[in-house]
T-cell receptor, first 112, second 113 residues
């Protein structure tokens, strides 16, 4: 399968712990996006990379959140000192020309 | 954060019926996208629209990009059980360099066999 993949699919953690998620985009796509989705809502934009450069960050991305795409291929999203309000589905998407964004299956985070 | 106004929020229909849902915004968008999401999965792209007035079909699905560039609708004809899910509209801003998608709240479709 050549779609967007995310790992892990589920993560349960205790409040205050750090977590890291990985996204592997479609291989020829140079644009990569992170979104967060809470129950009953549509996805909300977090951040965007073109190749390895992080070009846009949402105000939702607090200081506890950091994203990287070191070689312009896979990306990681780290949340430090997790809070219960961080519980959500974290979605990654990739795009070739910036129009059609293709999403991965998501990582569901539960913070206890 | 900013979201599009999507309606209806939920629909309960009989198998075989046609479905219509729409999305409106106070802002102009250059691109409208429609996605379907199943429980526990990521959104799957159904249709992409790039020009005001554009009407595009994908099998039983038809979507239109509103003339004002502030709205879009999606129609599903002759619904079948696998159409069940949550449908999201998403718009991409006309601001140069803007890449993020802004999503509606979703329309949950339930089909009675």
């Amino acid at each position: 399968d050549t779609g967007v993949s995310q790992d892990p699919r589920h993560k349960i953690t205790k409040r205050g712990q750090n977590v890291t998620f990985r996204c592997d985009p479609i291989s020829e796509h140079n644009r990569l996006y992170w979104y967060r989705q809470t129950l009953g809502q549509g996805p909300e934009f977090l951040t965007y990379f073109q190749n390895e450069a992080q070009l846009e960050k949402s105000r939702l991305l607090s200081d506890r959140f950091s994203a990287e795409r070191p070689k312009g291929s896979f990306s990681t999203l780290e949340i430090q000192r997790t809070e219960q309000g961080d519980s959500a589905m974290y979605l990654c998407a990739s795009s070739l020309l910036g129009y059609e964004q293709f999403f991965g299956p998501g990582t569901r985070l539960t913070v206890l | 954060g900013q979201q599009l106004n999507q309606s209806p929020q939920s629909m309960f229909i009989q198998e075989g019926e046609d479905v219509s849902m729409n999305c409106t915004s106070s802002s102009i968008f250059n691109t409208w996208l429609w996605y379907k999401q199943d429980p526990g999965e990521g959104p799957v792209l159904l249709i992409a629209l790039y020009k005001a007035g554009e009407l595009t079909s994908n099998g039983r699905l038809t979507a239109q990009f509103g003339i004002t560039r502030k709205d879009s609708f999606l129609n599903i004809s002759a619904s079948i059980p696998s159409d069940v899910g949550i449908y999201f509209c998403a718009g991409q801003s006309s601001r140069q360099g803007a890449q993020k998608l802004v999503f509606g709240q979703g329309t949950r479709l339930t089909i009675n066999p």
